[in-house]
């Protein structure tokens, strides 16, 4: 999709308004053809109505199989509560015109009209600050649906080293770099809880670690503490020999989204030149059954010493997860922030319009509600009071992948987030971790197409914007 802000509107572009009420039609007028587009009963409309708003807008142009459109900024203007700047409008409105026009098409064979996406768009009259939000956001929504492509990769071609690889390409021309540790240099290091996981595939695991330093003088780079990500990468999670059924396997090609959503967090905050120093740290590998496979009843040493009691082989993404929070130690991070799909439970908390969110730092954990109600990626703060830490004491190992005795279905994902916190106890700075299962996939109501949405990409972008100078 190409956005340009113009005077007048193209010859050959359908003319966009927006109508009170609830019905959304596209007619023929006087003065050519028009897409008449409802926004309810009420105005201004709420960020959130907002957002879904200018979604809406493409996705019944592509029901109408339209592929220009002309919009008067006016129109966007007099909708949107007067508290948000032209600039975050802009911006607003070009990452949703991205999104809702994303489909992931690249295993169909392509119709004879070609697939139904909207090519261009004119904003008519925009003043100069939207103009450059809607630069920005262009950028932004390109990168929130690269993420989404690399999401919704199937298992068979999106591996631990293909992912490895994306994240290559993700940052190519910028000035991020990527380092990818194998199972010889892990072995070296230590990092026995990713190893552990990965032993019953024969797909090799990878440590993968994205670095962009925006804060460097000529010479030197300024000592300023990073922000250090981490994203769960299984790239395939069938649930080892604690194997999941059917139903519940379909969509584990998606188990790496947390994984692909910090490359690409990374990935933007290079090519938007923010001036922040950011750590990616992506555990990946793939969890299967076999005979090398781990068992329930294992016991496996991480990074940091503590030894891990497996109890059931389908709770693996924590147990990497451990080993990339220890290694961000050595970064003396400002803060840490992971997103992982880590529970069904938090589906069963949340429905599909949050993530859950779970951290001691309170200032930490109201930054992060905030930024993820601007940027339209909306947590739900869990507790993780010391009264649960019982959930994760192990029997003979030092901590349990699942609670070691009563009901392991209770507080399902208080329970993930507390045994993260056994290892996160070890940073001297804020951690938060967010449980994104609820927002891997595209909720019906929200206008955009079936499968990943990106998630946390555009908060985790605003969070790096939080360590800017």
């Known amino acids: 999709m190409r956005i340009e802000t113009k005077k007048t509107a193209p010859k050959n572009a359908v003319r966009v308004r927006f109508i009170s009420g609830t019905v959304s039609k596209f007619h023929t007028t006087g003065g050519g053809e028009e897409l008449s587009v409802a926004y309810g009963k009420t105005v201004p409309l709420s960020r959130r109505k907002m957002i879904l708003f200018l979604r809406k807008i493409i996705s019944v142009a592509k029901q109408n199989k339209l592929k220009s459109l002309a919009v008067a900024w006016a129109d966007v203007r007099a909708l949107a509560e007067k508290n948000i700047s032209d600039r975050d409008l802009g911006e607003m409105l070009a990452v949703a015109f991205l999104m809702a026009d994303f489909e992931f098409v690249v295993y169909k064979k392509k119709p004879e009209d070609g697939f139904p996406f909207v090519h261009d768009i004119a904003l008519l009259g925009a003043p100069h600050a939207a103009a450059e939000g809607v630069r920005r956001g262009i950028v932004i929504g390109g990168e929130v649906n690269a993420c989404r492509t690399l999401a919704n990769t199937p298992g068979g071609d999106m591996t631990p080293k293909k992912l490895a690889a994306a994240a290559r390409t993700a940052v190519k021309n910028t000035k991020a770099t990527v380092n990818v540790l194998g199972r010889a240099q892990?072995?070296?290091?230590?990092?026995?809880?990713?190893?552990?996981?990965?032993?019953?595939?024969?797909?090799?695991?990878?440590?993968?670690?994205?670095?962009?330093?925006?804060?460097?003088?000529?010479?030197?780079?300024?000592?300023?503490?990073?922000?250090?990500?981490?994203?769960?990468?299984?790239?395939?999670?069938?649930?080892?020999?604690?194997?999941?059924?059917?139903?519940?396997?379909?969509?584990?090609?998606?188990?790496?989204?947390?994984?692909?959503?910090?490359?690409?967090?990374?990935?933007?905050?290079?090519?938007?030149?923010?001036?922040?120093?950011?750590?990616?740290?992506?555990?990946?590998?793939?969890?299967?059954?076999?005979?090398?496979?781990?068992?329930?009843?294992?016991?496996?040493?991480?990074?940091?010493?503590?030894?891990?009691?497996?109890?059931?082989?389908?709770?693996?993404?924590?147990?990497?997860?451990?080993?990339?929070?220890?290694?961000?130690?050595?970064?003396?991070?400002?803060?840490?922030?992971?997103?992982?799909?880590?529970?069904?439970?938090?589906?069963?908390?949340?429905?599909?319009?949050?993530?859950?969110?779970?951290?001691?730092?309170?200032?930490?954990?109201?930054?992060?509600?905030?930024?993820?109600?601007?940027?339209?990626?909306?947590?739900?703060?869990?507790?993780?009071?010391?009264?649960?830490?019982?959930?994760?004491?192990?029997?003979?190992?030092?901590?349990?992948?699942?609670?070691?005795?009563?009901?392991?279905?209770?507080?399902?994902?208080?329970?993930?987030?507390?045994?993260?916190?056994?290892?996160?106890?070890?940073?001297?700075?804020?951690?938060?971790?967010?449980?994104?299962?609820?927002?891997?996939?595209?909720?019906?109501n929200e206008f955009l197409a079936k499968g990943a949405v990106g998630t946390p990409v555009r908060l985790f972008l605003a969070l790096i914007e939080q360590y800017a100078q």
Not at 241 to 247: A, E, F, S
Not at 343 to 368: N, P, Q, R, V, Y
């Open 186 to 444: 892990m072995t070296k290091l230590g990092l026995g809880a990713v190893l552990g996981v990965a032993q019953g595939s024969a797909e090799e695991p990878q440590f993968i670690i994205v670095e962009y330093h925006g804060l460097k003088t000529k010479n030197l780079e300024l000592k300023t503490a990073p922000l250090v990500l981490i994203g769960k990468g299984v790239t395939f999670d069938s649930g080892g020999l604690n194997i999941k059924p059917g139903d519940s396997m379909l969509e584990m090609h998606m188990d790496m989204s947390g994984g692909a959503a910090v490359i690409h967090a990374v990935a933007l905050a290079a090519k938007l030149k923010v001036r922040a120093n950011v750590i990616g740290l992506i555990p990946a590998v793939e969890n299967m059954p076999s005979g090398s496979a781990i068992r329930p009843g294992d016991i496996l040493k991480g990074l940091s010493g503590r030894t891990i009691e497996i109890l059931n082989t389908d709770a693996e993404g924590r147990v990497i997860l451990t080993d990339a929070i220890t290694y961000a130690k050595q970064y003396d991070p400002a803060a840490v922030a992971e997103a992982s799909t880590l529970t069904g439970a938090s589906l069963t908390a949340l429905g599909l319009h949050a993530s859950a969110l779970m951290t001691t730092d309170k200032k930490f954990e109201e930054k992060i509600i905030e930024l993820g109600e601007t940027h339209g990626e909306y947590v739900w703060p869990f507790p993780q009071w010391e009264e649960y830490e019982d959930m994760v004491k192990g029997n003979f190992g030092d901590v349990s992948n699942i609670p070691s005795s009563g009901n392991t279905r209770y507080a399902g994902v208080i329970g993930g987030g507390m045994f993260l916190r056994e290892f996160a106890k070890d940073l001297s700075c804020p951690f938060a971790h967010l449980d994104i299962a609820p927002r891997m996939t595209a909720a019906p």
